[in-house]
């Protein structure tokens, strides 16, 4: 964590290898998973400030017939409905359902166009603007928005629009490597009960969730974005204008509301504080940092456990809001 003085507190827990018993290393890189989708959000609003791009045009505007088929209508979404998690488009992303079936299938690879295709198998979850619910598809999509508004690849745009001017050196985009950089802990799933499959080693499909960082960068990140470093004030503010939730993810967060790529969440000491946790691939994270971006903390722990995902989220928030509500002279 990083405190309104400016002094910086690592801690660590626990082993980065079952099999070794090594420490954990306090600069370990870890995969960020879903935060990532608040670079994303970033580069698309620097776009907006820059007037190349629009949050309400359609998408169709961008990818013209790209979205098309079972009632999904690129006409009908907008960028801000992509970036608002509130498109309607359904996700269906491929997953490891046993630890066979990760061994057999960890070093596909995935294309945008692939993993489009299959969210427009399905029909709409709604229809666009009517309602809240969580799409990864929707952010594969904003990347694709990204790279034809920019002609470049939506994550060199990240690198340099986000992760420079961040101080994020340590933040890497593997692609479709599937190893990590070192120093790291050893990331491990739970298929089965009682059951730790070590599962480190594999390609992200979600290019968006494939990001390498450590707590450190997380925490430059958040502090640069809500410190006003990364967006004029005008775009900071749509970023930061918020919707309730879905039910199904109320339980999750409970209070918590969303704007474009960020989460707002009560503190128990009084107040928000801005957040992206990110899951799966063997690793989890959780994130906080204050209105003024002056006080952060970052969570990162190398474990994914499906039927311990409630209590897994509640622990990681008790760090983090410790952290924001801690003593004020630290």
């Known amino acids: 964590m990083v405190t309104p003085n400016g002094r910086t507190v ?21 995969r960020i998973a879903s935060t990532g989708k ?31 088929g079972n009632g999904n209508d690129g006409r009908a979404i907008t960028v801000r409905h992509l970036l608002q998690h509130t498109s309607g488009l359904h996700d269906d992303l491929p997953d490891f359902a046993t630890a066979a079936d990760y061994r057999e299938h960890r070093y596909d ?42 002609g470049r690849p939506w994550h060199e745009e990240v690198r340099q629009r986000v992760l420079a001017p961040a101080g994020m050196r340590d933040t890497t985009w593997p692609g479709n490597l599937p190893t990590l950089p070192g120093p790291h802990a050893r990331g491990y799933h739970e298929f089965g009960a009682g059951e730790l499959t070590d599962v480190t080693e594999q390609v992200i499909v979600d290019g968006g969730a494939a990001f390498v960082s450590t707590t450190a960068d997380v925490n430059r990140f958040f502090r640069a974005l809500l410190g ?16 309730p939730l879905g039910p199904e993810f109320e339980e999750l967060l409970p209070g918590a509301r969303y704007g474009l790529g960020l989460f707002e969440r009560p503190l128990p000491c009084g107040g928000t504080y801005w957040s992206h946790p990110g899951g799966g691939s063997g690793y989890t994270s959780d994130n ?3 209105h003024d971006g002056r006080r ?15 209590q897994h989220q509640r622990a990681t928030d008790t760090v983090v809001e410790n952290a924001l509500c801690g003593p004020r002279g630290l």
């Open 10 to 30: 690592v801690a660590t827990a626990g082993v980065a290898d079952l099999r070794t018993g090594h420490a954990v290393p306090p600069d370990g890189r870890f």
């Open 38 to 68: 608040a670079l994303i959000a970033t580069v698309m609003l620097q776009l907006v400030a820059e007037g190349r791009i629009g949050l309400d045009d359609p998408v169709e505007k961008w990818l013209p017939g790209v979205i098309r």
């Open 109 to 150: 690879v995935y294309t945008p166009a692939r993993l489009l295709a299959r969210t427009l198998r399905h029909t709409p979850d709604f229809t666009p603007g009517t309602a809240w619910r969580y799409s990864n598809v929707g952010y594969i999509v904003a990347e694709m928005v990204i790279d034809e508004v920019t």
């Open 228 to 243: 006003g470093r990364l967006l004029p004030p005008a775009q900071l503010a749509e970023m930061t204008r918020t919707m």
């Open 288 to 290: 906080g940092v204050t």
């Open 296 to 310: 952060s903390v970052s969570v990162s722990v190398s474990g994914t456990r499906p039927g311990l995902a409630l």
